[in-house]
């Protein structure tokens, strides 16, 4: 009997040699609490850029409050424990079947941790889960001024639209394969042991209460 193939070991969501010396793995539901803590960190300017408008910590906490609501998928790009950067998808269509028929996607990195290739490890992720889910295309929304989030998704092939001040890009996204699903599944597996550990040492800073 023929041994099944092996993947190669180069899954084109993981780049080798990363940059920026964290690591990217999707959140547990139960770290919404880490998204905030995130997005709290972005400056005026970078929350005006990636919500598309000006907002405040309270709009944030409702964002985050909503988003542990819903079936999102969120990749988070972590050094020593800490969130700095997360890639969002959620889908579009009512729940069921159709749920994932097309999706929208955000992205979102601290400025330390910009230029560095975690946008684009970020993008790889979401891009291949949108694929495994098979979502037919990937929309993303930015300014029509953010060279950054525009550039980053023709690296991706999407293609870009412009009105009012606003730029879509939609991604036709191809039908999963046996190593997207593959590496995806080995994907989660390494990220969940690495969120145990996170959840341990979080555990282990809180003062002990008496
Ligand atoms: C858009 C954003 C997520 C990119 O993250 P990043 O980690 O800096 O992106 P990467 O380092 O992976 O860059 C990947 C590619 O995108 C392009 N890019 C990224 N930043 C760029 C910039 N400021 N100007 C021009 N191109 C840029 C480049 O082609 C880059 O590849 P290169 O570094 O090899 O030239 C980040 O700038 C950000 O968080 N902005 C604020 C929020 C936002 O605008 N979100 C988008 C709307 S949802």
Known sequence: MTEPAQPSMTDPASPAGPR????????LASETGLLLDHLMRLDAESRHDRFGMAV?????????ERTARLD???????VDGELRGAGELRGLGPEGPSHWRAAEAAFSVERPWRRL???????????RAARNRRAATLYMSCLSR??????L?????????FEAGEATTALTVEGPTAFSLIYEAMDDATGFATAMLDLQRRALSRPARL
């Open 72 to 78: 999102d998928l969120i990749y988070g790009f972590f």
């Open 56 to 64: 405040g910590d309270a709009f944030l906490r409702q964002y985050a």
């Open 153 to 161: 998704a023709r690296k991706f092939s999407a293609e870009l639209t």
């Open 20 to 27: 920026h010396g964290g690591l990217v793995r999707r959140l």
């Open 117 to 127: 290739g975690v946008g684009e490890q970020l993008m790889a992720r979401i891009v």
């Open 146 to 151: 953010n060279r950054a989030m525009q550039t």
